[in-house]
């Protein structure tokens, strides 16, 4: 059955780096694109980035774009959160979803992994 | 970006209610709405795409329907498995963005 599994959350300080993971299983992976979505505690849902399926075309929320990076390998089936210069809002939980094959919604979605940046 | 504006934020009802959540636009989107499902700690459930299209193995007591700027999610009849929170996400352009949640508690 279809799987994400996320990885690589954790505690780290303002201006910090983390790198997070998704792997994908139970599909084909080269042929979905992929996105981040992450979750305040206690707080709604925020779309964060999105790759295609061949990784051409790539989107950022604006409150992350330069210092975050999505990327993937299609060959290991991963896809990957570079986040740099880290700030206390960035503290969430980190989903990684396959978009839908007919529009842009998200029909499977990990259990996340939970990144704090605090000092 | 396009903003979402859900309402009520949170609602009380009774297992066999009739329940509807609003999702306004901040401008025309045509039919690219989708409407989600979450409960505690669990990652959220995507419910109907498109505006109206249900996903496979979601109960068809749940029903979405609107266009353009106003969509509406329809749980016919609620069920004590339905007590969750409800998202609408805009598929129209980037940035994608959420609605700011519907609570639906138990009365």
């Known amino acids: 059955q279809v799987q994400v599994v996320e990885s690589g959350g954790g505690v780290v300080q303002p201006g910090g780096s983390l790198r997070l993971s998704c792997a994908a299983s139970g599909f084909t992976f080269r042929s979905s694109a992929m996105h981040w979505v992450r979750q305040s505690p206690g707080k709604g849902l925020e779309w964060v980035a999105a790759?295609?399926?061949?990784?051409?075309?790539?989107y950022y929320a604006d409150s992350v774009r330069g210092r975050f990076t999505i990327s993937r390998d299609n060959h290991d089936n991963t896809l990957i959160l570079q986040m740099n210069s880290l700030r206390p809002e960035d503290t969430a939980v980190y989903h990684c979803?396959?978009?839908?094959?007919?529009?842009?919604?998200?029909?499977?979605w990990g259990q996340g992994t939970l990144v704090i940046v605090s000092s | 970006a396009i903003q979402l504006t859900q309402s009520p934020s949170s609602l009380s009802a009774s297992v066999g209610d009739r329940v509807t959540i609003s999702c306004r636009a901040s401008?025309?989107?045509?039919?690219?709405l989708a409407w989600y499902q979450q409960k505690p700690g669990i990652a959220p459930q995507l419910l109907i795409c498109d505006a109206s299209s249900l996903q496979s193995g979601v109960p068809s007591r749940f029903s979405g329907s609107g266009s353009g700027t106003d969509f509406t999610l329809t749980i016919s009849s609620l069920q004590p498995e339905d007590f969750a929170t409800y998202y609408c996400?805009?598929?129209?352009?980037?940035?994608?963005?959420f609605g700011g949640g519907t609570k639906v508690e138990i009365k």
């Open positions: 401008q025309g989107i045509f039919n690219a």
């Open positions: 996400q805009q598929s129209f352009d980037y940035p994608l963005t």
């Open positions: 790759i295609s399926s061949d990784g051409n075309n790539i």
């Open positions: 979803a396959r978009e839908e094959m007919a529009t842009i919604a998200f029909d499977f």
